[in-house]
């Protein structure tokens, strides 16, 4: 079955960084693409970054040039650096193969990610 574990959270400060990973199991990895999400206190969950198989990689305006996704797809791990945090970065992220996103149970735990300020 599929599973998605996250991992690298923490409480930083503002301006701090943090390295997220996001290891995979049950599919294929390497032709899938992969996304971080976050859902911050009282908010929906957002698409934060996507890396395709191919390897082209889209962020939200929000986190463009603070955020770096990549992947190595001989350890089917899903990687997020964050920089520059702040403290509306704060929340719990998430891995996900996006055409799965929609599918309720497809989600693991999620990493908890707090940037005090």
């Known amino acids: 079955q599929v599973q998605l574990v996250e991992s690298g959270g923490g409480l930083v400060q503002a301006g701090g960084s943090l390295r997220l990973s996001c290891a995979a199991s049950?599919?294929?990895?390497?032709?899938?693409?992969m996304g971080w999400y976050r859902q911050a206190p009282g908010k929906q969950r957002e698409l934060v970054a996507v890396?395709?198989?191919?390897?082209?990689?889209d962020y939200v305006d929000s986190v463009k040039g603070r955020f770096t996704i990549s992947r190595d797809n001989a350890k089917n791990t899903v990687y997020l650096q964050m920089n520059s945090l702040k403290s509306e970065d704060t929340g719990v992220y998430y891995c996900?193969?996006?055409?799965?996103?929609?599918?309720?149970?497809?989600w693991g735990q999620g990493t908890q990610v707090t940037v005090s300020s």
């Open positions: 049950g599919f294929i990895f390497r032709t899938n693409d």
């Open positions: 890396i395709t198989s191919g390897g082209i990689i």
């Open positions: 996900n193969v996006p055409e799965r996103a929609q599918i309720v149970n497809s």
